[in-house]
């Protein structure tokens, strides 16, 4: 989590208050296309958000724990 806030703080990522980021900013996050974060969405939910403002938004702490996993 502390690399995250890191990289998120060194390229200027927006976060909101309770931690969540946009999915653009999330895709580049975890090292994968927005497109695929969407169809990830709309197929098995291997990666969970929330909407807000009609738009997806994805908690630091998912993000994470799908970096911790995808390291193993």
Do not use: C, F, Q
């Amino acid at each position: 989590m502390d690399d995250l806030r890191r990289t998120i703080s060194e390229r200027g990522i927006w976060i909101s208050a309770d931690h969540y980021v946009r999915e653009a900013d999330a895709a580049t996050l975890i090292g994968h296309a927005p497109k695929t974060l969407a169809n990830w969405r709309s197929g098995d939910g291997r990666l969970p958000s929330i909407k807000r403002a009609g738009r997806p938004i994805y908690a630091l702490a998912t993000l994470a724990e799908y970096l911790e996993k995808a390291s193993k």
